[in-house]
């Protein structure tokens, strides 16, 4: 269920900064955005968390959750980059991001087919964490600058953090995945 909601929140994160920066809303969107942005990122600790411990898991909910998270991180930063809060270089940080989530997930879905399992590592977790911290800060960076100037440059800097961990996540996802794809290939 928490999974499920993740995945209805994108849309209205999406809405808000849709309404707030396209329809002229006003700013107390980002706030709001925000708002949906942190319960959906916490849904994503408690949920793998309660799955073991109350010995919940499916196969479907190992499925979605990454889905859910892709298409939080993904979708609001095609928000931020479309309303400018992103912009010029850091636009690099966000590509970085995409492509290696894209990438990633097609290299699981490959091994997969394999019956090849490559875990979630625990910087990849990080990984996960500085993207969600990065965007959260970002949605709401031009209405807290209002209220501490500077807060989007934050944003932007970890940001930037979060593209160099996918970027070395992303590296370690295909090395331990690129002996399958040779063997498959002979």
């Given at each position: 269920?928490?999974?499920?909601?993740?995945?209805?929140?994108?849309?209205?994160?999406?809405?808000?900064?849709?309404?707030?920066?396209?329809?002229?809303?006003?700013?107390?969107?980002?706030?709001?955005a925000l708002a949906l942005y942190?319960?959906?990122?916490?849904?994503?600790?408690?949920?793998?968390?309660?799955?073991?411990?109350?010995?919940?898991?499916?196969?479907?909910?190992?499925?979605?959750?990454?889905?859910?998270?892709?298409?939080?991180?993904?979708?609001?930063?095609?928000?931020?980059?479309?309303?400018?809060?992103?912009?010029?270089?850091?636009?690099?940080?966000?590509?970085?991001?995409?492509?290696?989530?894209?990438?990633?997930?097609?290299?699981?879905?490959?091994?997969?087919?394999?019956?090849?399992?490559?875990?979630?590592t625990r910087l990849a977790k990080?990984?996960?964490?500085?993207?969600?911290?990065?965007?959260?800060?970002?949605?709401?960076?031009?209405?807290?600058?209002?209220?501490?100037?500077?807060?989007?440059?934050?944003?932007?800097?970890?940001?930037?953090?979060?593209?160099?961990?996918?970027?070395?996540?992303?590296?370690?996802?295909?090395?331990?995945?690129?002996?399958?794809?040779?063997?498959?290939?002979?």
């Amino acid at each position: 269920m928490l999974t499920y909601g993740r995945c209805v929140a994108v849309p209205l994160v999406a809405a808000c900064l849709f309404w707030s920066d396209i329809l002229e809303g006003g700013i107390w969107l980002r706030w709001l955005a925000l708002a949906l942005y942190v319960v959906a990122a916490i849904t994503d600790f408690f949920d793998g968390y309660l799955a073991r411990a109350w010995s919940q898991q499916s196969a479907i909910g190992r499925m979605l959750d990454p889905i859910a998270d892709k298409l939080l991180v993904s979708t609001s930063l095609l928000m931020l980059a479309s309303d400018g809060t992103i912009r010029g270089w850091s636009l690099w940080a966000a590509v970085v991001i995409l492509c290696r989530e894209i990438l990633v997930s097609g290299l699981r879905e490959f091994l997969a087919e394999l019956r090849v399992s490559v875990p979630v590592t625990r910087l990849a977790k990080w990984k996960t964490t500085a993207q969600l911290v990065a965007v959260g800060v970002l949605l709401v960076g031009p209405a807290a600058d209002r209220v501490v100037p500077g807060i989007t440059l934050v944003g932007v800097v970890l940001l930037w953090v979060a593209a160099l961990l996918t970027l070395y996540t992303g590296w370690d996802y295909f090395r331990a995945g690129a002996r399958h794809l040779i063997e498959d290939d002979r």
